[in-house]
């Protein structure tokens, strides 16, 4: 039996460009102080009327180009993100309906920023099972329309996009060596989305108090984001026989340029190695990690052979490394 590999890429990003200079009109910011305490310059904002699906389909359509084959030959859609168009149906379906594809499964998973992650494990295990054979994968999140504008310590932080990859099995060296995925739910306070779900209903006091953004307490998630991402990569390397000196490539990720260089500090990858787009997309959550995927792909910098490591770290908490060779 074969690995499981990624046949193809894609990605899309929301054409306006929200930069730090902007947002020092409508919060109390500054260019500077965002750049030093983030890496962040600018983040893609979403139209009013898109939707995380919208971006899905144009990353799909992208990605089955890439990867050579029809929509019609996927058998299994899965969508990571905290930012569905609705609680239900699920985004999944939203894109499987634009697909024009009947009769197969789509669902979506919420683990936050490592949800692709999280993804492309379930579709490694579905695919090795026999389950499925071609499944797309997509991580995308639209956190414009959850972020408290008026909140300076997380409104310059997001930003919205969708990275899709398509899987199935190879018959050579290529695909997933390895994988880590955790969670502790006993930390989910410290970065939710307090109301719209079962636990707090949708009222005026809720939509007033701006319950429906996301609450973070930044300073506690930076500094077990520094921790389980280091350990989420040594335990996914470990498993595969490898070490940080055998990375290719590395794509962490993109919440802040500090978690990044402090991992990379603790794997012992120099900064030649790291993809680095958060300068350009801020955290785009689930979808920052696809996205740098498909640029680097798109770009030519991936190549047969390469041992590529991708980390994550998010709400819940969660957290997650999957190893693959390309
Ligand atoms: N502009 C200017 N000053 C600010 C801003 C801002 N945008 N935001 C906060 N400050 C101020 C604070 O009020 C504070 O001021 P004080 O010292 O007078 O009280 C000071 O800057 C320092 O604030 P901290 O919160 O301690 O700053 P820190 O260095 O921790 O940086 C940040 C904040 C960037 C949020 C950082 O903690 C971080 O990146 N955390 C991790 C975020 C993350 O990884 N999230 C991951 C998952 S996201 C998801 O799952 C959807």
Known sequence: MGRIKIIGTGSYVPEKILTNYDLEKMVDTSDEWIVTRTGIKERRIASPDEATSDMIIEASKKALENAGIKAQDIDLIIVATVTPDNLFPSTACWVQKALGLKDIPALDISAACPGFLYALILAESLILSKKNKRVLVAGAEMLSK??????????VLFGDGAGVA???EGDDESGILSSYWAADGSLGDLLIQPAGGSRMPATYET???????????????????????GEAALKALSKAGLTGEDIDIFIPHQANIRIIEATCERLKVPKEKVYINIHKYGNVSAATIPIALDELNREGKLKKGDVILMDSFGAGFTWSAVVMRW
């Open 207 to 229: 939509v007033e108090k701006k319950l429906h953004t996301v609450h973070m307490k930044g300073n506690e998630v930076f500094k077990h984001a520094v921790k389980k991402m």
């Open 146 to 155: 959850i972020t408290n504008w008026e909140d300076r310590s997380t409104c």
């Open 166 to 168: 398509i899987l199935e």
